[in-house]
């Protein structure tokens, strides 16, 4: 008797267990392997200390938030956008929170789209610095449009922006790692540049595009085994990327931005994206539930993700056809029902 009671007793005790572990798997914000690395791997304060990070799209939401960590650490950091004052705003906030002084901060305006300053933008890093240990592609823009209304001006622009700018930059950067053997170069990629969604077909486009480039470019770096190339993917982070969204006309601005709060925070993501670096992470997944369930299901059964991505799509095409913000009505009812 003593004994099947104890044999329930540890029964008992296994499935407590597995129940907590698969809810803590249902209520996980990143993939496996790189939650593992946050928990038993190299901490970024031991690893990128005295680096020289590049950051692009250091104005904004990701890339700042990147840009204020990364300076805590402290690297030397070259950040680059296209305005020049807020890079400024964002290098003052650096030098007050972080451990930088004024000569470890180097402000170095790039418009992604003007390929043909990026090398002399690579050497002016360079002169400044010595070295590039990081490369941080972060740098794009959104789309908020359905295909049947949008110009392919468009397409265009898009392609330009998140891939060709970014592979630019990169081929820029990558003769200097080479020579050195050594470096990372770390693409802030998407959710959508796994699977898709309505309203973003250009950009889940450009996204997937870069996800080929850079697997692609990492297996013709076998001969490096120092230089890491880092794919990151995010699903939706609080950041400024629907008020700076394409829309269906190139010139055309966003007129509804919506309640942004239901997004995983910036400092969460920027701090998985460091964890990442520190522990040469080939791809990682960011992102709060129901999307990075969604985001294992389109690895593993990719006909019921499309179902699901189909259900949840319907919404965002009525939501935004009738004028309102694509996600946040939604999102924010789903939150709260499972917060
Ligand atoms: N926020 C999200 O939900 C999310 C999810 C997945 C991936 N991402 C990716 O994260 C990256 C950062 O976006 P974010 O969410 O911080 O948005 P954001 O709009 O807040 O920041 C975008 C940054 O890119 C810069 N940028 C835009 N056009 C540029 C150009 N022509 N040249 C140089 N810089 C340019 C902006 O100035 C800004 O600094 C993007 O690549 C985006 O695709 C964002």
């Not at 104890?6 to 809810?23: C, I, M, R, T, Y």
């Not at 802030?188 to 969604?197: C, E």
Request: proline content about 3%; some cysteine; hydrophobic content about 45%.
């Amino acid at each position: 008797m003593t004994w099947e009671l104890l044999l329930w007793l540890l029964a008992l005790g296994a499935l407590l267990a597995l129940l907590v572990q698969l809810v803590r798997l249902v209520r996980a914000d990143g993939d496996l392997t790189l939650l593992w690395a946050e928990w038993q791997g190299r901490r970024p304060e031991w690893e990128l200390t005295d680096m020289v990070v590049w950051v692009t799209g250091a104005s904004s939401g990701i890339g700042e938030e990147l840009a204020y960590q990364l300076s805590k650490l402290g690297v030397s950091l070259v950040l680059s956008a296209r305005r020049v004052d807020e890079l400024e705003r964002v290098k003052r906030r650096c030098l007050e929170n972080g451990n930088l002084k004024g000569k470890d901060i180097l402000v170095l305006p790039l418009d992604l789209t003007n390929r043909s300053t990026h090398e002399a933008a690579t050497k002016m890093a360079l002169e400044e610095f010595g070295k590039i240990d990081i490369l941080i592609n972060n740098g794009g823009r959104s789309q908020r449009s359905l295909f049947v209304d949008t110009s392919l001006d468009v397409y265009k622009e898009i392609m330009e922006l998140n891939y060709l700018g970014t592979v630019s930059l990169t081929k820029c950067v990558l003769p200097h790692m080479i020579e050195r053997k050594q470096g990372k170069i770390v693409t802030v990629n998407s959710i959508m540049g796994i699977g898709s969604a309505p309203l973003a077909t250009g950009y889940s486009a450009s996204k997937h595009a870069l996800q080929g480039f850079f697997n692609g470019l990492r297996t013709e770096l076998t001969d490096y085994p120092g230089i890491v190339i880092s794919n990151i993917c995010p699903g939706p982070v609080q950041s400024n990327i629907v008020k700076n969204a394409f829309t269906e006309d190139i010139t055309k601005r966003m007129d509804v931005i919506g309640d942004q709060s239901y997004k995983m925070a910036t400092s969460r993501c920027a701090r998985l994206i460091l964890v990442t670096m520190a522990n040469d992470l080939k791809e990682v997944w960011i992102s709060d539930q129901p999307y990075l369930l969604i985001a294992y299901l389109w690895q593993y059964m990719p006909t019921w993700a499309w179902w699901l991505a189909g259900k949840v799509g319907k919404r965002r095409i009525e939501n935004f056809k009738s004028g309102l913000d694509a996600d946040s009505s939604y999102m924010i009812a789903l939150k709260k029902k499972y917060k």
